[in-house]
């Protein structure tokens, strides 16, 4: 899937999701960083290994990942509980800009 985005939306808004994408399948079972770089891809995210590679280090350092030796990375408990915070935060978003309890209200 490829969909053209304006950079500023890429990067200020879009960019930040690789980071859920990235919890969201280490929590299914550990995954590669070559298989993320597709993933992501398939996704129509632009990125690139000398992005990805730096964004898993600063997870890991987070907390939210954990690499083994090798090089599969597993989401930690501390990934658990961000990644829940965010399917909460997400969920709520979703019902607001879709429709439900946030739609009616008036400004």
């Known amino acids: ?6 950079a500023a939306a890429e990067k200020e808004i879009l960019r930040p999701l690789w980071k859920v994408h990235i919890l969201h399948h280490a929590g299914e079972g550990p995954v590669v960083g070559n298989w993320l770089l597709e993933e992501l891809r398939e996704h129509g995210y632009r990125v690139s290994p000398g992005t ?3 964004l898993l ?8 990942l954990a690499q083994d030796r090798g090089g599969r990375y597993r989401i930690t408990s501390a990934g658990r509980r961000a990644m829940a915070e965010v399917r909460t935060r997400l ?3 979703q019902s607001e800009v879709f429709g439900g309890r946030g739609a009616a209200r008036t400004r």
Do not use: Q
């Open 52 to 54: 990805l590679y730096p």
């Open 57 to 64: 280090a600063r997870m890991v350092r987070l907390g939210w």
């Open 91 to 93: 969920l709520e978003l």
């Open 1 to 6: 899937m490829s969909v053209r985005r304006p």
